[in-house]
């Protein structure tokens, strides 16, 4: 076994599906992002403001939470190395 290939082998164990996690933040937070868009379109047209307006925060806050998971991963990753 050559050791480039043992070396990622090592890492995967040390941070086992880090790609599926990143994998999950990234579609989460794009999930987030087109609800974030949908509700702030309602808001701009004025409609629904006492539901759109918790909704666009809610959608606002899972994209900053995913944002922040993914580069949290990417940080762990460095240290990894």
Same mark, same amino acid.
């Given at each position: %076994?050559?050791?480039e290939r043992y070396d990622r082998l090592v890492a995967e164990s040390r941070a086992p599906y880090k790609g599926l996690r990143k994998f999950i933040y990234a579609s989460f937070g794009a999930s987030g992002a087109i609800g974030?868009?949908?509700f702030f379109t309602k808001?701009? #047209?004025g409609r629904d403001l006492s539901q759109s307006i918790p909704n666009l925060a809610l959608q606002v806050g899972v994209v #900053?939470? %995913?944002v922040f998971l993914f580069r949290w991963e990417d940080r762990n990753q460095e240290k990894d190395r």
């Open positions: %076994m050559s050791q974030g868009f949908v808001i701009l #047209a #900053a939470l %995913m």
